[in-house]
Nanobody, 124 residues
Framework: QVQLVESGGGLAQAGGSLRLSCAAS????????MGWFRQAPGKEREFVAA????????YYADSVLGRFTMSRVNAKNTVYLQMNNLKPGDTAIYFC?????????????????WGQGTQVTVSS
């Protein structure tokens, strides 16, 4: 069974930074792509970023491109989301998820394991 646990959320001011982590349990972490999604109050869950199984390829939503960086350390079974120049519109619950393929995808239906989420709040 795969478990994903996010951490690192909190309160930040606009223009500030936060770093999210997602620790995975279970085997074969390095065989799968990983993604970050977010859900703001009253809105549907949306794609944020994804990384391929070996970290060689990443993909970002237009809304975070140039501000957020996703990475992974397979030896630690962990993925990260470095968020810089935060905006109030980034306020949401952030979820990490494991893809059922080795590549990246922005389609949430291609992800089969999800964490519980971590709250990020950005004040103006």
């Amino acid at each position: 069974q795969v478990q994903l646990v996010e951490s690192g959320g909190g309160l930040a001011q606009a223009g500030g930074s936060l770093r999210l982590s997602c620790a995975a349990s279970g085997s074969a972490f390095s065989n799968y792509g990983m993604g970050w999604f977010r859900q703001a109050p009253g809105k549907e869950r949306e794609f944020v970023a994804a990384v391929s199984y070996n970290g060689a390829s990443t993909y970002y939503a237009d809304s975070v491109l140039g501000r957020f960086t996703m990475s992974r350390v397979n030896a630690k079974n962990t993925v990260y989301l470095q968020m810089n120049n935060l905006k109030p519109g980034d306020t949401a619950i952030y979820f990490c998820a494991r893809s059922h393929t080795d590549g990246w995808s922005d389609d949430q239906y291609l992800y089969d394991y999800w964490g519980q989420g971590t709250q990020v709040t950005v004040s103006s």
